[in-house]
T-cell receptor, first 111, second 114 residues
Framework: DAKTTQPPSMDCAEGRAANLPCNHS???????VYWYRQIHSQGPQYIIH???NNETNEMASLIITEDRKSSTLILPHATLRDTAVYYC????????????FGGGTRLMVKP | KAGVTQTPRYLIKTRGQQVTLSCSPI?????VSWYQQTPGQGLQFLFE???????NKGNFPGRFSGRQFSNSRSEMNVSTLELGDSALYLC?????????????FGPGTRLTVL
């Protein structure tokens, strides 16, 4: 499975957009990019996923580069409740639901 | 609809004992996965069950086992507990095994081994 690289921590001002990068340079053609987040002491929460195209839902936008080697999760208007650890995970389309969590990015949203 | 439920939420055991944790997936979900989270190792995949069969297994010793019932509910068991087994155990459910499915996590069971 492709491995991912994320910055260990980031800060963002409340109300501003949070842009979280993820590098997955060894991704294969059939692997999805998933984003989950974990707020302290809670179970991880699904945010968004994509294969090739950019995706948007009520929580966030996912921008995947044309070569698929990196992606960016965008929280358009970060709030204090978005303070969490964000995980970028690559998962094959035909290998079940095993998620391999790395260290993630600890996002701190500040007032 | 109800989310993923895990019981018990907290558990204290002593070394050498065994423990069984339970997970009830979202209604209609047939895949259940288990994860262990510790401060040192982070979130690690334990195993995944689908249609009462183990489909994937992580790199954990044989003391860790699980099963899934016909109603998709799942249990995991840890025998001969060690201090290092103290962790948050998370269960996640998904519709099926396709990689294009989001997983829904439960609140976890916090196990403390003394």
């Amino acid at each position: 499975d492709a491995k991912t690289t994320q910055p260990p921590s980031m800060d963002c001002a409340e109300g501003r957009a949070a842009n979280l990068p993820c590098n997955h340079s060894t991704i294969s053609g059939n692997e999805y990019v998933y984003w989950y987040r974990q707020i302290h002491s809670q179970g991880p929460q699904y945010i968004i996923h994509g294969l090739k195209n950019n995706e948007t839902n009520e929580m966030a936008s996912l921008i995947i580069t044309e070569d698929r080697k990196s992606s960016t999760l965008i929280l358009p208007h970060a709030t204090l409740r978005d303070t969490a650890v964000y995980y970028c995970i690559v998962i094959p389309s035909n290998a079940g639901n095993m998620l391999t969590f790395g260290g993630g990015t600890r996002l701190m949203v500040k007032p | 609809k109800a989310g993923v439920t895990q019981t018990p939420r907290y558990l204290i055991k002593t070394r050498g004992q065994q423990v069984t944790l339970s997970c009830s997936p979202i209604s209609g979900h047939r895949s259940v996965s288990w994860y262990q989270q510790t401060p040192g190792q982070g979130l690690q995949f334990l195993f995944e069950y689908f249609s009462e069969t183990q489909r994937n297994k992580g790199n954990f010793p044989g003391r860790f086992s699980g099963r899934q019932f016909s109603n998709s509910r799942s249990e995991m068991n840890v025998s001969t507990l060690e201090l290092g087994d103290s962790a948050l155990y998370l269960c996640a459910s998904s519709l099926d095994l396709a990689g294009d499915n989001e997983q829904f996590f439960g609140p976890g069971t916090r196990l403390t081994v003394l």
